[in-house]
């Protein structure tokens, strides 16, 4: 099982970042996948998940309305949309495999 984050950076709050995780070594379309984030100092936390069909998304309580996770069963590819980025944003968001592999991360960075 391989993942590979990408689409983090430097931006500025208010902006928007999507991410891409690309997995391989699985049959991506059958398992339910995962974004999580750690921010310095803390725990890594869940962000957000997408069923198998990515007819269901669910989202931690205090992510919602900012974050979007889909994916694209074709490209073996999830995403996580977010908007109106804030400084406690900042963190390395990474994704996870239903199985529990996880990727090496992307750094997302929120500053002026």
């Known amino acids: 099982v391989q993942l590979a984050e990408s689409g983090g950076g430097l931006v500025q709050p208010g902006g928007s970042l999507r991410l891409s995780c690309v997995a391989s070594?699985?049959?991506?379309?059958?398992?339910?996948m995962y974004w999580y984030r750690q921010a310095p100092g803390k725990e890594r936390e869940l962000v957000a998940a997408?069923?198998?069909?990515?007819?269901?998304?669910d989202y931690a309580a205090s992510m919602k309305g900012r974050f979007t996770i889909s994916r694209d069963n074709a490209k073996n590819t999830v995403y996580l949309q977010i908007d109106s980025l804030k400084p406690e944003d900042t963190a390395v968001y990474y994704c996870?495999?239903?199985?529990?592999?996880w990727g090496q991360g992307t750094q997302v960075t929120v500053s002026s």
């Open positions: 996870r495999t239903q199985s529990g592999s």
């Open positions: 997408i069923s198998s069909s990515g007819g269901s998304t």
């Open positions: 070594g699985f049959t991506f379309s059958s398992y339910e």
